[in-house]
């Protein structure tokens, strides 16, 4: 089959290239979302930085702060446990503690020895600062400046000792030690580091971020998405299309732009098939004036000159095919708002085609079941199989039989001509349905037509609301589809 869509329209292997040259990369949904978590972070450290210049606070507090705050709040419920229980029970109320908290308490005095019956086996560095603390003055009234924190190693523990004081019903005095709290994970328990408010600042932050750029990211990437689809469809040669985005930033006003750039080229390609329509048209009453005169010529031509005047003849006849397929072209692509689409029996008009474009020894055959039905308009539809059989004829009908065939598929009905022929490039699959394009850089007579045979199907089957494909069939051919919605 030949290498014969409507003018001013970009191939579609040309339209596609700048597609297929863009890598794929972010959305523009996640480009503004982790701008704006990128932001809220940037925010978080030069809060955090200020805080530490101007108030001397460190962002260890945030976390840290919590922890001595646990710490003293169950040293001072400790301390009112102590007074009323004895000696020999303090273990146990250390040990309920630390099942309740899920760490290790100790209770101690200046010198790291245990205040209870059960030993503490303190590391040497938090015994050492424990006593540096006793010596330097013991507990004092306040509490904070006593506290202390420590790491030890291998394997890791967390430390953290408060001074604590107690009064006991045998003395009239206060007992003075040291409460020391012992994890061996900072955030595998509730005393040391709480969750809970963290995933709560987080769940509120979230919530905000949500309800503040999940609209503007929905309203923006919606708008472009819709603009995208749109152009897509101009880009196929659909200049009915309309973009319904009321808006007054410069989205709106892009979408504005669209439109008239829709309009604007619906004018040109509208003035441009107009054009070619009114020049053919004017064309074929001198073509028909010369085709008369050549045959009264060739009635009184001597032997010598009839060899001329048939070459004269053949090339008038060619310009007449030539106009023909120039006013079948417009007429196709001007008239498509203007279809009338019926239900239309396929098999009736393979029947037709057949019995048009089968000249003397062309092995067409036709699979077409009756009761197959598309929604289409007669006219274009068979003026689409005619030029699909007889592009096929004319390049591959020697090379084996053609077949016209049709089948459903869903809601769709394809309708197929194919042939054995030598097929055609791959690059040129898309672009063949092109007006005007011919493998041929030449456009010799010999190599083919006007090129327009194709192009006329593309436009008799969009304006039928259908699509058309080409491709080549192993080992080889082409094969032509047609799809049409189903009756």
Not at 169 to 180: E, R
Not at 331 to 350: C, F, L, W, Y
Request: with cysteine.
């Amino acid at each position: 089959m030949g290498p014969d869509g409507p003018v001013g329209r970009l191939p579609a292997a040309q339209a596609g290239n700048g597609d297929r040259g863009m890598r794929a990369g972010l959305s523009l949904t996640w480009k503004i979302a982790l701008l704006a978590i990128l932001t809220l972070v940037m925010l978080t450290v030069v809060l955090l930085i200020f805080a530490g210049v101007q108030f001397r606070i460190s962002p260890e507090n945030f976390i840290v702060a919590p922890t001595l705050n646990r710490v003293l709040s169950v040293s001072g419920e400790l301390a009112q446990d102590l007074g009323e229980t004895p000696v020999e029970s303090r273990a146990e109320l250390l040990e309920q503690l630390s099942k309740q908290y899920d760490v290790d308490f100790y209770l101690v005095d200046g010198n790291g020895n245990s205040l209870t019956r059960t030993p503490a086996a303190l590391p040497k560095e938090i015994v050492d600062e424990i006593g540096q603390r006793f010596r330097n003055g013991g507990p004092r009234p306040a509490p904070r400046r006593a506290i202390f924190r420590a790491t030890t190693g291998s394997p890791t523990r967390y430390w953290v000792s408060v001074p604590i004081r107690w009064r006991t019903a045998d003395t009239s005095g206060l007992t003075s030690g040291y409460l020391v709290v012992m994890s061996d994970s900072f955030i595998g328990n509730q005393f040391f580091f709480d969750p809970k408010p963290w995933l709560a600042l987080t769940l509120a932050l979230t919530i905000v971020f949500v309800g503040v750029w999940l609209p503007l990211i929905r309203s923006l990437t919606g708008a472009i998405t819709e603009m995208t689809h749109a152009t897509s469809r101009i880009a196929e040669g659909q200049f009915d299309t309309r973009l319904e985005i009321r808006r007054g930033d410069e989205v709106g006003q892009l979408a504005s732009s669209i439109n008239r750039m829709t309009t604007t080229l619906a004018g040109f390609v509208k003035g441009q098939k107009r054009f070619l329509a009114d020049i053919a048209h004017e064309l074929c009453a001198p073509i028909a004036r010369m085709q008369m005169a050549l045959g009264i010529l060739e009635q009184r031509a001597d032997d010598k000159s009839i060899e001329y005047v048939a070459d004269v003849k053949d090339d008038v006849q060619h310009m007449s095919e030539l106009i023909d397929e120039l006013l079948s072209f417009s007429k196709a692509g001007m008239q498509i708002a203007e279809t009338d689409i019926v239900r239309v029996e396929v098999a009736d008009i393979v029947q037709r085609v057949l019995e048009r474009e089968s000249p003397p020894g062309a092995q067409i055959q036709a699979s077409v079941m009756k009761g197959i039905a598309v929604l289409a308009n007669p006219d274009y539809l068979f003026r689409a199989i005619s030029n699909l059989v007889r592009n096929a004829i004319r390049y591959a009908g020697s090379a084996g039989p053609i077949s016209v065939s049709a089948h459903s598929e869903g809601q769709e009905t394809v309708i197929t001509v194919a042939d054995s022929g030598p097929g055609l490039p791959e690059n040129s699959l898309e672009e063949v349905f092109a007006p005007f394009f011919r493998l041929e850089p030449s456009r010799g007579r010999d190599t083919g037509g006007a090129g327009l045979g194709l192009a006329i199907v593309k436009a008799c089957v969009e304006a039928c609301k259908g699509s058309v494909r080409a491709h080549n069939r192993q080992p080889s051919g082409l094969e032509v589809e047609i799809r049409l919605r189903t009756a």
